[in-house]
């Protein structure tokens, strides 16, 4: 009953960052800086009132750690929205979701963890998926715009975060980490978010609370979820997000993703949910954002 518990979580999770992206393409004239802020306000918002009535507990030992994670992770959510603007919804977190990749890659080049033949192969696939994606008919590197090459960023980043959080769970809670993650993003999007803020209405101003709102649940039932579920599956069925995205970008945004483009994420997914269910590494990859 509690791993049903668990993966009923996760899932709640994964609809949570679906929807979160879809909020972002729901305000494409809202500048990316001041959809950024506004997520890690909320953020701050609830896990602060969450820590003062005594839900969770919120203790900070690493802290340069936790202040390298915020920065990066922070980076990566400013680029993932502003990259869903450019790119769309189902585009854009299929390139920032092939982060696994890459956080296996420093894990052999940081943690010195063991890589076999056919985890090889997954990081090849994931390769050729992001290519087919990024470039257009002619088949070209010149072809990739910067949109993907940020989105692509995001995903470096997303990595680097992964790799910190692995680091930072001898020593921190997932709250902490959570928590440290969001005020650095605070402090990092202020000045420049009230700089691009403009006037804006009542809607807007909502979807931003909401989007905040989702992105800050997503990540807390994301947590508890995985006290009853293994890291491996609960990361498996995180790459169920960009799937989502797809079909959300088709079905409300009118995203129309071109049978390259389409093999090219199938590509991505699946080197992804190989690279992670893989048991000869023992790389746990929490969500980076």
Request: with cysteine; net charge positive; hydrophobic share 55%.
């Amino acid at each position: 009953m509690q791993q049903i518990k668990g993966y009923l979580l996760i899932l709640a999770s994964v609809i949570s960052f679906a929807l979160m992206s879809a909020l972002v393409k729901m305000i494409p004239q809202v500048d990316s800086t001041v959809t950024t802020f506004t997520r890690f306000a909320v953020g701050v918002g609830i896990l602060g009132i969450l820590a003062m009535t005594g839900r969770i507990k919120l203790n900070f030992v690493n802290s340069p750690l936790l202040l390298l994670r915020g920065f990066t992770g922070g980076l990566a959510v400013f680029m993932l929205y502003y990259s869903i603007v450019h790119l769309g919804v189902g585009k854009a977190t299929v390139i920032v979701y092939s982060y696994p990749v890459f956080a296996t890659l420093f894990s052999v080049l940081f943690f010195k963890e063991k890589v076999r033949l056919v985890q090889w192969v997954f990081v090849l696939m994931a390769f050729g998926g992001i290519f087919l994606l990024s470039v257009k008919s002619g088949m070209k590197f010149s072809e990739v715009s910067k949109y993907e090459l940020i989105a692509l960023a995001s995903s470096l980043l997303s990595a680097v975060s992964v790799v910190l959080v692995k680091k930072l769970h001898n020593t921190d809670s997932s709250y902490a980490i959570f928590f440290a993650q969001s005020i650095i993003g605070f402090w990092l999007f202020l000045f420049p978010s009230t700089a691009a803020s403009q006037q804006s209405d009542m809607s807007i101003a909502v979807i931003l609370i909401a989007l905040g709102v989702v992105s800050a649940i997503g990540q807390l039932v994301m947590t508890e979820g995985y006290k009853y579920v293994p890291v491996s599956r609960g990361s498996s069925m995180h790459m169920m997000v960009p799937v989502l995205n797809i079909i959300l970008g088709y079905l409300f945004f009118d995203e129309v993703l071109s049978v390259r483009e389409l093999s090219g994420a199938a590509l991505v997914v699946l080197a992804c949910v190989g690279v992670i269910s893989t048991k000869s590494i023992r790389f746990k990859f929490f969500k980076p954002w």
